[in-house]
């Protein structure tokens, strides 16, 4: 490990392509810090916005009026406006209204921080959408085989649960798979928050080397072969979900 | 609800269906007795199949009494469930759940509704799937079966919920002419067992061997009914008359 790290020292003496955090022990632990950040913040808002979708999707079939009306509202206000607003309104609009608590060197702080701000307006931005994806799953489910369930005296939640939503899953996974791609790659808006992931800090680290050309084409990298992972792993996943027998 | 074997199992009086300006049925009764087989033919648009769909609730009445079991259909507090435990129904279409393997698509109903042990569940599930001569097909999903065995699938996956009386909405229409005879084969083995059933079909031959009692429907009425003896040898009216001879 030592000899790869003096190898980048040599590079940086040689020939001026800095990359510190390869080399340099503090900046490597933030490049690291950030990296596990911005994997944390996708998977908790992976999760987060698939349990609104789906929750969202369901009480857009409710029979209440109201009901439905308020998830098209969400859906609109979060489809409709630009997630660094959302970001922004949450954390300086909304943050600011709530109350403050004490923190460990005698001040105050807010009572959520960044990351969780950016962890719960994200999941709602991805949530909206993934609403609308569900919804289209639920509606290509063959209306005939939730009736079979009726007539076996399933209720609605035991449809829901059981046929409509393994079903609707199935189809819906290349869209979803698209929408949580694009979830992780929003993760870098965080930045603007301050929240320690991987744009941010690579721009402490920039800040303090003055080499933004090395940790840009770094960046690009990195994000391109963490969403590669994804891609790989999804399309997997997509595979292996496959019904013998059904659809195409 | 006191209802005795004495009386019908499923009443059905001055029955009205409509869809919007479509008036479906006019005015339907029939009774079916505990044992009882019987056929609904007629031709394609005459309420039969609505008619069957009404007992279950899958459709609603516009006026008129359903009963079965001593339980009213045409009751806004209905409950649902236990009239769907007493009815089973089996469909054109087979629908059954194409994510599931055939052993699962008949455990199910009996598992998530009955509240049955799985293990319980299974036995009998293997059970029937050998009573309609499925074994080796446990295992198999909906998409790798041919129409008749998914068909007789379904009828195995209506028998695990121990119904009373069971619906069959023209559950050859869909199938191959050398997979009918295997399903009918199944049927009859039901009715053999005393089974009550209610079968709409255009399987003229099949209706004169097993049914007990044929009504013939047109434009949303019964025209005619009686034992299949004397309904196909001496039909009375003019339509009942036309209709077999273009279908013998």
């Known amino acids: 490990m030592e000899y790869i790290f003096d190898w980048f020292r040599v590079l940086y003496q040689e020939t001026g392509i800095n990359l510190p955090f390869l080399y340099d022990e503090y900046d490597r632990n933030r490049m690291v810090e950030g990296f596990f950040t911005t994997i944390w913040l996708s998977l908790v808002c992976l999760f987060f916005s698939a349990i609104i979708g789906i929750i969202g999707a369901w009480l857009q079939g409710s029979s209440f009026k109201w009901t439905r009306r308020i998830v098209n509202g969400y859906i609109q206000i979060f489809r409709n406006t630009p997630p660094l607003v959302q970001l922004y309104f949450f954390y300086f609009a909304i943050g600011t209204l709530l109350p403050r608590v004490d923190n460990d060197w005698g001040g105050q702080s807010p009572i959520l921080g960044s990351f969780a701000w950016a962890a719960i307006s994200l999941s709602f931005f991805a949530g909206a959408f993934n609403v609308e994806i569900f919804r289209s799953g639920i509606e290509a489910v063959p209306k ?84 590669g992972i994804l891609v790989g792993a999804m399309n997997r996943w997509e595979r292996a979900m496959k019904i013998p027998g059904y659809g195409g | 609800m006191s209802w005795t074997p004495a009386e019908p199992m499923v009443s059905i009086k001055n029955v009205h269906k409509s869809f919007g300006d479509l008036h479906v049925l006019k005015g339907i009764s029939l009774d079916v007795m505990k044992g009882d087989v019987i056929c609904i033919i007629g031709p394609s648009g005459s309420g039969k199949s609505t008619l069957i ?95 008749g065995q998914q068909q007789r699938v379904a009828i195995a996956r209506s028998l695990a919920m121990q119904p009373d009386v069971i619906l069959f909405d023209e559950v050859t229409a869909a199938l191959d002419p050398e997979t009918v005879g295997e399903v009918l084969e199944t049927i009859k083995d039901l009715a053999e067992d005393g089974m009550t059933c209610i079968l709409v079909t255009h399987e003229m031959g099949f209706a004169r061997e097993v049914a007990d009692h044929i009504y013939f429907t047109d434009r949303g009425i019964i025209v005619e009914h009686g034992p299949p003896e004397t309904f196909f040898q001496n039909a009375k009216d003019s339509r009942t008359k036309e209709f077999l001879s273009q279908i013998l």
């Open chain 2, 53 to 147: 769909r009404c007992v279950n609730a899958l459709n609603d009445i516009q006026k008129g009494s359903i009963k079965v079991e001593g339980i009213e259909v045409n009751d806004p507090k209905l409950d649902k469930l236990q009239l769907r435990r007493k009815v089973g129904m089996v469909f054109q279409q087979y629908n059954l759940f194409p994510h599931r393997t055939a052993l699962q698509n008949v455990m199910m109903a009996p598992v998530r509704v009955l509240k049955q042990d799985k293990s319980i569940a299974e036995e009998t599930a293997r059970a029937l799937i050998k009573k309609v001569r499925l074994e080796g097909k446990e295992d198999a999903y909906p998409g790798e079966l041919s129409g």
């Open chain 1, 144 to 227: 005939s085989t939730v009736e079979a369930a009726e007539a076996l005296g399933f209720s609605k939640l035991q449809i829901y649960r059981d046929i409509t939503l393994p079903l609707a899953f199935r189809v819906v996974l290349p869209a979803l798979n698209n929408n949580l791609v694009n979830l992780v790659k929003t993760t870098t808006l965080a930045y603007a928050i301050a929240v320690p992931e991987m744009l941010y800090e690579a721009n402490q680290i920039w800040s303090d080397n003055v080499n933004v050309t090395e940790m840009m084409v770094f960046l690009l990298f990195a994000y391109f072969l963490l969403v």
